[in-house]
């Protein structure tokens, strides 16, 4: 297991922005892919965002495009989602997942070590 922590999740009004940050222990951590996952009250945990080991390549899902943005620091080994413009129906449990080996993906039992979660709320 690589620890994962998560932080900067805080309540926030529509429309502000907040950026997560996820710092993970270990020095492989650049050959890792990482994502962003939410889970909302009564809801199943769902993808939000990945980025391959050199940052290179980046995938979002569609309810995040043009809002977030995922980012990586290998020198600190840290992660980030910045968030833009935000929504009432963002408001959830953030987590931070790291991914071995193999490719960005969406799927999250392809990840192997997950952080405990920041909660960001929005209000109206």
Known sequence: QVPLVE???RLVQAGGSLRLSCAASGRTFS???MGWFRQAPGKEREFVATISWSGGVTYYADSVKGRFTI???NAKNMVYLQMNRLKPEDMAVYYCAGRRSGGVTVEANRY???GQGTQVTVSA
């Open 31 to 33: 050959n890792y892919v």
């Open 71 to 73: 980012s990586r620091d």
């Open 112 to 114: 192997d070590f997950w």
């Open 7 to 9: 932080s900067g999740g």
